[in-house]
């Protein structure tokens, strides 16, 4: 233990840390300036992602140009993912009813006698189901896991209810914010460096531990599994990686992490300098961060991913701000 806590970054060490009335803990994030976006050329990446088909390097132009961004204001972050205790505190405290479960659709899941191939969409897990939902993703999930199956609407709810409850302003983090919390003042492709191998010490992705779950259905897969073992075939409890310079847990891989921003394509090249909170309008809201079933290349610091509000799904969670006021 002694040596673990040794093996930690002195500003995690530093980290002021609250906890709030259902055992969220929340890292102080200072106010500050970064560079935010990535104009990494296709060339660079394809070196270190042999295995990618090259025209996924040639379709990142969300992340440019990489500009400056200033963060105007201190805030909390949310120290983990928001867990599957934490989100059952929450509904069996306020009554709210997950939007999965509220429009009788339900969720997706893993199920291993599920065959894509069978299905219009193809898609790698089984859904919508109304079996499937935050309490049950067809994986084992214990309460320190990141709940998953929650949509973007679910997260603003929990962010009302915790607002409402305890007087203190929570949301959704910006784009902006994320990103400057995620690279934790580095500038590398993950906050650990550049190396896709650095995910192991700091991630849980789609590693060798989670191949032998997918290969049957999707042997072009193989080659895209993390070299290495990071012991997760599934979600990891939260907080078994090493933290990022900032004392936050998890921003790469485990789940994927609703912000509170639309996407837009060019966003970038018009954003405002300071607190940049996304386009006026949208029809997607951004996730971040990569998860558990991620290929390294996509849990890069720059990476945007989007879905629709109301989707729900086994790789996607949220992770909350807590204002930190003036
Ligand atoms: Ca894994
Ligand atoms: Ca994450």
Redesign the pocket.
Known sequence: MVAAALCLPLAALAAEVIENSIGMRFVRVPAGEFLMGSDEAPASLARSYPQLEPGRFERLDDERPVHRVRITRDFYLGQH?LTVDQFRRFVEASGYVPESIADGSGGYGHNPAYDPAATARGDAFEGRLPRYSWRDPGFAQAGDH?VVNITWHDAQALARWLTQREGVAYRLPTEAEWEYACRAGTRTRYHAGDDPRVLLTVANVFDADALPHWTARWPQWAAQALPGHDGHAFTAPVGRFAPNAFGLF????????WVADWHGDGYYAVSPTDDPAGPDTGEVRVRR???WHSWPFYARCAFRNWNSPQTRYTLV?V?LLREAGR
């Open positions: 993912e990141p998890d921003m790469h891989g485990n789940v994927w992490e961060g990569g998860s969670g992770r």
